[in-house]
């Protein structure tokens, strides 16, 4: 039977390279988006679209899928607190069912480098952070509301230190450690990430679980 998921953010650099993926791989997609022009500008009728703004979608309007992709990227800072916003309302949604399935792209910030700290801290100590640390902060925090849920199935993928646009390479998969590649680097390509989380909407090995990916180049 053929796999149907909504992503929101779609036209994002994650989310558009996860839905290339999907429908690469024959899955049903729906873009769940404000703006369907936009949309349908980068993917064509390779896939459905339900516009609609994700902070008032009801379980009715999900309840179809078997995964709902959390994408969601705004470019503003001053939307950072967003990320939280909507995961709480989509965990609310889903409680107590296991369908759909909920797939988050978290930040980095989360992730252990050693002695008991986290990237998030730092990352606050960059002289620069106060411009842009609204984001790691909120996506750290989405984290920690997903390990303390109850009755929601979900899964999550942080991308390494760096995330950029780029292609398919050869990876390592982690847990909660942030990783470095055979050249010192963490970094990830939205190809690649893309890759590895829809490995994980197909056949799911990480229930109720965050892992990462790094490049290997």
């Known amino acids: 039977m053929t796999i149907k998921i909504g992503v929101i953010g779609a036209t994002g650099m994650a989310g558009s390279a996860i839905t290339e993926e999907a429908v690469k791989r024959g899955i049903d997609v729906t873009a769940i988006v404000r703006n369907i022009k936009k949309a349908e500008d980068e993917f ?4 459905h679209y339900f516009e ?3 902070f008032t979608l009801t379980y009715d309007e999900i309840k179809d899928f078997d995964v709902v992709v959390d994408a969601f990227a705004p470019s503003d800072k001053n939307l950072a607190d967003k990320h939280i916003v909507l995961a709480t309302n989509l965990m609310k949604m889903v409680q107590g069912d ?3 399935r909920l797939g988050f792209i978290l ?3 989360s992730l252990n480098i050693g002695n008991g700290k986290q990237l998030l801290d730092r990352l606050m100590e960059m002289p620069d952070a106060d411009d842009w640390i ?3 902060k909120a996506q750290f ?3 920690r509301m997903l390990l303390h849920s109850n009755g929601v199935n979900w899964f999550a993928v942080s991308p390494s230190g760096t995330f950029e646009a780029g292609e398919l390479t050869d990876y390592t998969i982690g847990a909660n450690d942030l990783l470095k590649n055979k050249n010192g680097k963490s970094i990830v390509y939205s190809k690649t990430l893309a890759k590895v989380f829809v490995d994980e909407i197909e056949n799911p090995k990480h ?4 892992f990462t990916v ?3 180049i």
């Not at 064509?44 to 896939?47: N, P, S």
């Open 44 to 47: 064509g009728d390779q896939i």
């Open 52 to 54: 609609k703004d994700a």
């Open 98 to 100: 296991d369908k759909p």
């Open 107 to 109: 930040g980095a910030s």
């Open 134 to 136: 609204a984001t790691p």
């Open 141 to 143: 925090e989405e984290y």
């Open 207 to 210: 229930i109720n679980e965050r």
């Open 214 to 216: 790094v490049s290997e």
